[in-house]
Every structure is written in C-alpha cells, then in structure tokens.
C-alpha cells in the first residue's frame, strides 16, 4: 500500500505543481496615436493584442499593412468586419507608414 | 528593413536549465517504429478562441540527448513568463522551438500542417537563405540551428569615453552549439582584427565572454567592432553584407558600437 501510494505520488505530484509566490504579469502601456480610425483599431487589434505590435514593426508601407491585417483575420482568425479593413489600413498607414504604397 | 517587432540585441539570454531528457521521455513512453514527428504544444493560449495554438512540430531524428523539457532555470522553479512549469530546451536551436508551459507531447507518423510550422518562422530553402522583397524565397523552411554571433554589451553606443584612459571592450559571443574558437576586435572600421581574450566555463552552447583592454589614442568618433568565429570557421558578415530574409531572421552581422573619445 505504501509503494502505491509513493508511486501515485510521484505520478500525480508534477499535475498539481503550482505557483508558490503570487505571479505578478509586468503590464507595458503602449501610447498610440490618436486618429481617424482608431477606435476601428482598438476594438479589433486590442482585443488580441497590445499595442506594442504594430508600434514595434517599424514604419512600413500601406501593403505591408494590408497583408498583416489580412494575415490577422486569414491565419489569426480575427472575427474582422470585411468593412473594418480599410479603416484599419488607412489608420495604421497614416500613423504607421513609410510613405510607400508597397 | 523586414516587418515585425524590431528586436536590435534584445531577445536573448542565457541561463542554466535542468530537466528530464526527452529521450527517456518517449523511451519511458515507448515509440511505435513508423514514429517520424513530434508535437509540442504549450498552455499559452491566444486571447481568442478561434486563433490556431502555437504548437512546434519537429522531426524526430533532430532532436538528441541534449533536448530536455526543462524544471528548473538558474537552479529554481521556471519563472512565469520563462514558461512555468515545464519548457522544452533545444540547446542550438533558435527559442521560437522552445515550447513553453508545455503541456502536450504528441509522437505521429504523418506531418499535420501547422500555421507556426507552415507558414511563421520560416527561413528560405536555398544555400545563402536568402531572398528579396521583390522576389521571396517559393521554398521554405523552419528556423533551426543559430548563426555564430557576438555582441558588445560594454562601451554602448553613443558613450563618452577618456582619451588615453584604459578601457575594457567586453561582450559575449554564442552559436549553435559549436563552439566558438576566436573573439576579434576592430578599432580601425575592420582593416585589421585583434583577439580578444575569451571565459569558456559552462559549455558549448551557453554564451562565450569575452574582452580586450584598449586605449584610444585619438579624439573624437570611433567604432568599435566585434566578429565572432565558431570552431567550424564560420564567421559573422559584416552587416551590409547580410542577405536578406523576409523576417529579418538568424541576423548575425558584425556588431558596431560608435562612441566618442574626450
């Protein structure tokens, strides 16, 4: 009885492994830019994720950000509205473009 | 330049870890003989229910003895964010394989086509794994194995330093696993390399430290240039000779640090 015991133990011990200490998740505040568009942008991107994606990819062109947000709702699944894309688009472009249309 | 978070030297680290082997994992499991790929999938979900789980799927025959699903980091419990409790350590491979809060290990002898195998971290299939905006790489693979690199981490760019005073270039060099032989330091824009002195004491795979004492003898700009070389001979380009990938990924060019004597 005892092995089984020690055995379960040894089995089910790493199942029930937990955090000792309370976890404290570090919170980044990203400031975006305030603009048409926006909260198009907020509704859809920031339910997902921070800001910090589209501010840390750089100024890019107006199809790169096409491709992402498609990439978003293609592979990310994004329940996107087909009529929340170009605003979306248009926004990120115009805070976060570099001038080229590709 | 290439889309996505622009990481300059950050991203990397280097830190002790203890786990079980994953060989005497499946061992203990037992594999069928048509066994071919292995799935790793971790308890970090996407916020939204309907995206796809990053799961990592690796062929069998990459990984060896020194692959192990990880307990412990720095000789304590994983912290949260480094994947608590249990991660999966390629040592040599690129951290986007390393699967953390890993929770599922699936053994298969068909590949299942994978978002984050398929399509996400993906380096061009040709011999310089290069490709062009214009013109992006048809075939593709998974990023593996990492490319010898060093970066300095002492003067930063942009610092003052003293004319003629005594000043200690320090930094760390790493690569797949290799090893790396040779640490060379330029002070004169890469005419001429001098070795730095190297502290090799946790292995192969973990960061190389190196440094080199220098005195700068004229005012004003200098750049300061690191080159690493593993125990293959291969060695970082310079960064204007980097060939480009889509994802900016396995960047290895030579590091710069510009600062200026006073």
Known sequence: MKKILFISLLAFGSLFAQVQEDIEVPYISYEIKMGKGFDTVQANCLMCHSFGYIINQGPQSREFWLKKTEKMITHFKSPMMEEDIDTVVEYLFEHYGNGKEK | ?262
């Open chain 2, 1 to 262: 330049m290439a889309g996505g978070i622009q990481w300059d030297s950050g991203a990397m680290g280097c830190a002790k870890w203890k786990g079980v082997r994953l060989s005497d994992l499946l061992n203990k499991a037992g594999l069928k003989k048509d066994a071919h790929w292995i799935g790793f999938n971790g308890k970090d979900k996407a916020a939204y229910y309907e995206t796809p789980n990053f799961v990592r799927e690796l062929e069998l025959e990459e990984l060896d003895d020194h692959v192990i699903v990880a307990y412990e980091m720095n000789g304590e419990d994983l912290p949260y964010l480094n994947g608590f409790p249990l991660r999966l350590v390629i040592p040599g491979y690129y951290s986007d394989s390393w699967v953390k809060m890993l929770s599922n290990i699936t053994v298969t002898n068909k590949y299942k086509s994978l978002f984050f195998m398929d399509v996400a971290y993906r380096v061009p299939d040709n011999a310089t794994e290069s490709e062009t905006p214009e013109n992006k790489a048809k075939k593709t693979k998974p990023i593996t194995n990492m490319n010898v690199k060093s970066i300095i981490g002492y003067p930063e760019n942009g610092m003052k330093l003293y004319h003629n005073a005594h000043l200690v270039i320090r930094g760390v060099a790493f690569d797949d696993g290799h090893g790396i032989r040779q640490v060379m330091i330029s002070t004169d824009e890469g005419k001429t390399w001098n070795e730095a002195l190297l502290k090799q004491e946790d292995g192969r795979y973990a960061f190389t430290e190196f440094r080199f004492t220098y005195k700068p003898t004229k005012y004003g700009k200098l750049n300061i240039m690191a080159k690493a070389i593993n125990r293959l001979g291969n060695e970082q380009p310079l960064s204007k000779d980097i060939l480009w990938n889509h994802g900016g990924y396995k960047y290895n060019g030579i590091d710069v640090v510009e600062v200026e004597v006073v």
